[in-house]
């Protein structure tokens, strides 16, 4: 059975920072593209970063540019999404996804291109 599972929701200081964990059974996460994505209540899903097959390239949108990092352990088969600077708004269900749909070279966060997700974890940022 394929699963991916979010560690390291919570709650978070404004300003404050996090590194959420996707770990995976059933599937070697470095055979996918990985994608991260949030929804906030009210909300659509919106696409955050994504890092491809091999580690060859990363994506960011801007909602997290220039303050997230994606990376992966494939020792541990487990990719990371660290982010500082958070703020209220980004308080949401985060998610990771994995996808069979992009090259080693380059990915996107369509979420409609990812066949495999985690069932999510709540960050809160708030004082």
């Known amino acids: 059975q394929m699963q991916l599972a979010e560690i390291g929701g919570g709650l978070v200081q404004p300003e404050g920072s996090l590194r959420l964990s996707c770990t995976a059974s059933?599937?070697?996460?470095?055979?996918?593209?990985i994608g991260w994505f949030r929804q906030a209540p009210g909300k659509e899903r919106e696409g955050l970063s994504c890092?491809?097959?091999?580690?060859?390239?990363?994506w960011y949108t801007e909602p997290v540019r220039g303050r997230a990092i994606i990376s992966r352990d494939n020792a541990k088969n487990t990719v990371y999404l660290e982010m500082n600077g958070l703020k209220p708004e980004d308080t949401a269900v985060y998610y990771c996804?994995?996808?069979?749909?992009?090259?080693?070279?380059?990915?996107?966060?369509?979420?409609?291109?990812?066949?495999?997700w985690g069932q999510g974890t709540q960050v809160t940022v708030s004082s």
């Open positions: 059933g599937l070697i996460l470095d055979d996918y593209a």
């Open positions: 996804a994995a996808s069979s749909h992009y090259s080693n070279r380059w990915c996107r966060v369509r979420d409609f291109e990812y066949e495999y």
């Open positions: 890092l491809t097959k091999k580690d060859s390239d990363t």
